[in-house]
Nanobody, 124 residues
Framework: QVQLVESGGGLVQAGGSLRLSCAAS????????MGWFRQAPGKEREFVAA????????YYADSVKGRFTISRDTAKNTVYLQMNSLKPEDTAVYYC?????????????????WGQGTQVTVSS
């Protein structure tokens, strides 16, 4: 059983930055793809960013390209989401996810393991 714990959310003004962290309970990066998703009130959960098991390929939603960066520290079993130039429309609960499959990186249904989420609020 894989456990994921997010942290780093908070309140920030538009244009500001935050770094989210996702700590995994085991050394899973070589066998699991990892992704970040978000869900705003009244909206469906949407893909934000992901990388494959090797960490060599990354994927981003068009809405965050050039502003967000996904990375990982294998020694710490931690995945990060660096968010710069934040906008009010980035406000959401952000979730970390993991799965053994090697396809459908942008589809939330393709991830079996989820963290509890961390709130990000961007004020205008």
């Amino acid at each position: 059983q894989v456990q994921l714990v997010e942290s780093g959310g908070g309140l920030v003004q538009a244009g500001g930055s935050l770094r989210l962290s996702c700590a995994a309970s085991a050394r899973i990066f070589s066998i699991y793809k990892m992704g970040w998703f978000r869900q705003a009130p009244g909206k469906e959960r949407e893909f934000v960013a992901a990388f494959d098991r090797s960490g060599g390929s990354t994927y981003y939603a068009d809405s965050v390209k050039g502003r967000f960066t996904i990375s990982r520290d294998t020694a710490k079993n931690t995945v990060y989401l660096q968010m710069n130039s934040l906008k009010p429309e980035d406000t959401a609960v952000y979730y970390c996810a993991a799965d053994r499959s090697t396809t459908y990186y942008t589809y939330s249904g393709a991830y079996d393991y989820w963290g509890q989420g961390t709130q990000v609020t961007v004020s205008s």
